[in-house]
């Protein structure tokens, strides 16, 4: 389901108490590839609930330029839910994530192995919290840059 900030730190905290362990990762995830599965499958093998914070269609304009994204948040968010390993998707309008993680506070952190550890926006609050990061190894070309690239070529 798509979850509000506050439903969400609703939710978590049920969870917590249920001894749910809680992962996070997040994203555009425009045009989702096998390289976006490989990460969710992963992600959610770490614990009990996957959340993917989904970044709006705002910020993906900030972050990516003009053209993106290519489909809305609202396509983006219900592609994500289909999958068996996604439960919750929060939208979030900031350009890092670092708002909805300071409020879920999960017990896992998910990001790709691109990430250098002190350039993951919320691994200070996480483990603060006790919680962890995973970073998890990504599959080689496989981004939505290069799906688009490759669509330009003749």
Sequence with gaps: MISSLPALVA???RWREQGRRVVFTNGCFDLLHAGHLSLLEQARQAGDLL???LNSDRSVRELKGPGRPILPESERAETLLALEAVDRVVVYDEPTPLATLSALLPDILVKGADW???A???RREVEAAGG???RVELTPGRSTTAVLERMKRP
């Design 120 to 122: 993951i926006v919320g």
């Design 132 to 134: 962890r990061v995973v």
């Design 11 to 13: 939710e978590r905290q």
């Design 51 to 53: 959340v993917v914070g």
């Design 116 to 118: 250098a550890p002190d």
